[in-house]
């Protein structure tokens, strides 16, 4: 039986930044910075407007608003401008670690100012080096004072790689975000690239180091081949250039692959020249355990599903590198591909036949 991986190509796209985004995002900064020097005593009102500091006239400080027409009799220096501004008071990506072709995290945004019922806001998504692209959500018009969950533009996809998203807003008077410490209307994502299967020639494989079987599931659990099966290759033979990282199931095509344990499902993928079609379980034992070589589309479970003990997740099919129809199992008990270095496969053939009995 045949079934050697091979890295697919990560369908992650890269793309380059776009220069123009360089600009608006460094637009901000220079702004903020004048504030901040303009060399003022700072005062706040109380009551939860948000103001900015007001300069001498002396100090030309940019933030200092043209008088209005004696109307409220401001003058230069003799009092506070009641000037608010927005402000992101919340904003945040959750979770801020995703792995590239998962789920994208959920971003909540709250923007406020005193008395402005709206205000114009977009967030814009900056790799910080790598092969990311920019991003940009337009919001529009958005609601101050409420938490706002902006939807991704469709089709959405994040290389892996560091980021940082910055949320951009203006009121009606055109007043831009107010970027305070707490409240900075910025916020960081990490995109942690796709495990896969190893390459078809990887480095003489050390026989996996088995952990103690005391970590193995034990007796409690399902047979994942629902129907007669026999056994092929075990685990740890030599194929020429690697060693066999799982146990091959012999049994008939279009058999149900079930959930040996409850549990979530991972990851589900395609690899055409390795393991075909395939799903990675977490176990609620705190185990991975990955099925190959399923039918192709035959998977009916989808990525990060919660999933029951005898669940079916794929049929047994013959995709990828194999040469007859068969479950190719592998057990991870520190989790599937995670790089660690306990991340290492054990030989699963006492947990199934465990689950045989
Ligand atoms: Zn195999």
Redesign the pocket.
């Known amino acids: ?1 045949t ?1 050697r991986f091979r890295a697919p190509k990560l369908r992650i796209r890269a793309e380059v930044p776009r220069p123009e985004a360089t600009a608006a995002e460094r637009g901000d900064m220079p702004r903020i910075r004048q504030r901040t020097l303009g060399g003022l005593a700072a005062t706040w009102v109380a009551g939860g407007a948000l103001l900015t500091p007001v300069a001498p006239a002396s100090a030309g400080g940019a933030a200092v608003p043209p008088p209005s027409g004696g109307v409220g009799g401001i003058e230069y220096g003799s009092a506070l401008a009641p000037r608010g501004r927005p402000v992101a008071s919340r904003f945040r990506v959750a979770p801020a670690r995703v792995v590239a072709g998962s789920a994208l995290p959920r971003i909540l945004l709250r923007l406020d100012e005193a008395g402005v019922p709206q205000v114009r806001a977009r967030i814009v998504l900056w790799p910080l080096g790598g092969r990311g692209r920019v991003v940009k959500l337009d919001l529009g018009r958005v609601r101050t004072g409420m938490l706002l969950r902006p939807a991704w533009p469709k089709g959405t996809t994040l290389a892996p790689g560091r980021y940082v998203l910055r949320v951009h807003a203006s009121d009606p008077a055109g007043r831009k975000l107010l970027r305070k410490a707490r409240a900075p209307g910025r916020s960081r994502l990490t995109v942690a690239a796709r495990p896969t299967p190893p390459p078809a020639t990887p480095a003489p494989a050390p026989a996996p180091a088995p952990l103690a079987p005391a970590i193995l599931a034990g007796a409690a659990g399902t047979f994942p081949v629902a129907g007669p099966h026999t056994y092929g ?1 075990g685990f740890g033979v030599d194929r020429g250039d690697h060693r ?1 990282q ?1 146990v ?1 199931v012999l049994a008939a095509e279009g058999l149900a692959v079930v959930a040996p344990t409850a549990g979530v499902v991972r990851f589900t993928e395609f690899q055409a020249d390795g393991a075909g079609e395939y799903v990675v379980l977490r176990s609620v034992t705190g185990s991975d355990y990955f099925f190959a070589h399923c039918i192709r589309s035959s998977t009916v479970v989808a990525e990060s599903q919660a999933v029951r003990e005898g669940q079916p997740l794929c049929a047994v099919g013959s995709t990828g590198r194999s040469s007859a129809p068969h479950l ?1 199992f592998e057990l991870w008990p520190r989790g599937w591909r995670t790089g660690a270095g306990n991340s290492v496969p054990v030989d699963p053939l006492p947990q199934l036949l465990a689950w045989e009995r």
């Open positions: 039986m079934c290759d066999h799982g091959d190719h």
